[in-house]
């Protein structure tokens, strides 16, 4: 599998322990590629980490292409998200999957993050999953596709709406207290449904019909 935007590595160290794939990472930032090839190696995962730009072809030409190709929360940061999963479809082989997670601003996460963290709300494409399919369906290769799933997942969760990065900041004694009673929070909400509203993330697959 690869992973574009891989930093800090701990989805590729998953995909190898958890399926046994031989993993490959893509970060744009140097720094980032090496942060994160330390991090595998100190944890005996054998990975290879390209240091590259997703809309150049020059990091992959001689590679062949990927059973996975996998990104969590990158296509969200372009204005229009279809020509970044574009890339991600061409380095898909036959038979192969896309898979795609963002997270889902258009509901709770992103009106908290919007009140919490105004600049990085600013920094994000506020997709649902509706813009999503959409921007799946408007990518040149979609046609050799099959769009297995595209919704809402997980349940409510405070992790990625800036909270308790803003607690951390303010102090350790603020952080344990905020993430606990945000413990109480989620464990209380664990049986609501998956919806726009609540879910923290989103999630696509695509299969190459081969």
């Given at each position: 599998?690869?992973?574009?935007?891989?930093?800090?590595?701990?989805?590729?160290?998953?995909?190898?322990?958890?399926?046994?794939?031989?993993?490959?990472?893509?970060?744009?930032?140097?720094?980032?590629?090496?942060?994160?090839?330390a991090?595998?190696a100190?944890?005996?995962?054998?990975?290879?980490?390209?240091?590259?730009?997703?809309?150049?072809?020059?990091?992959?030409?001689?590679?062949?292409?990927?059973?996975?190709?996998?990104?969590?929360?990158?296509?969200?940061?372009?204005?229009?998200?279809?020509?970044?999963?574009?890339?991600?479809l061409?380095?898909?082989?036959?038979?192969?999957?896309c898979?795609?997670?963002?997270?889902?601003?258009?509901g709770?996460?992103?009106?908290l993050?919007k009140?919490?963290d105004?600049?990085?709300?600013?920094l994000?494409?506020l997709?649902d999953?509706?813009?999503?399919?959409?921007?799946?369906?408007?990518?040149?290769?979609?046609?050799?596709?099959?769009?297995?799933?595209?919704?809402?997942?997980?349940?409510?969760?405070?992790?990625?709406?800036?909270?308790?990065?803003?607690?951390?900041?303010?102090?350790?004694?603020?952080?344990?207290?905020?993430?606990?009673?945000?413990?109480?929070v989620?464990?209380?909400?664990?049986?609501?449904?998956?919806?726009?509203?609540?879910?923290?993330?989103?999630?696509?697959?695509?299969?190459?019909?081969?």
């Amino acid at each position: 599998m690869i992973e574009l935007g891989c930093f800090p590595g701990r989805l590729m160290e998953f995909f190898h322990r958890m399926y046994g794939h031989d993993v490959t990472g893509l970060e744009y930032i140097e720094e980032s590629c090496h942060k994160c090839e330390a991090m595998l190696a100190a944890k005996c995962v054998p990975a290879t980490v390209i240091h590259g730009d997703l809309f150049e072809d020059e990091w992959a030409a001689d590679h062949p292409l990927w059973d996975v190709v996998f990104s969590a929360g990158l296509i969200e940061h372009f204005d229009d998200s279809s020509p970044a999963i574009e890339r991600h479809l061409r380095l898909v082989a036959p038979k192969g999957h896309c898979v795609i997670t963002i997270p889902n601003h258009s509901g709770l996460n992103g009106r908290l993050m919007k009140i919490i963290d105004r600049r990085m709300w600013d920094l994000h494409n506020l997709m649902d999953a509706d813009r999503l399919r959409d921007a799946f369906e408007r990518s040149p290769s979609s046609d050799r596709f099959e769009l297995l799933v595209c919704r809402y997942v997980e349940h409510v969760g405070l992790w990625n709406c800036g909270l308790y990065g803003r607690l951390q900041s303010i102090g350790r004694p603020a952080f344990l207290l905020g993430r606990s009673m945000g413990f109480v929070v989620e464990a209380a909400a664990r049986w609501t449904p998956n919806t726009r509203l609540l879910s923290p993330n989103i999630v696509m697959v695509a299969r190459e019909r081969g």
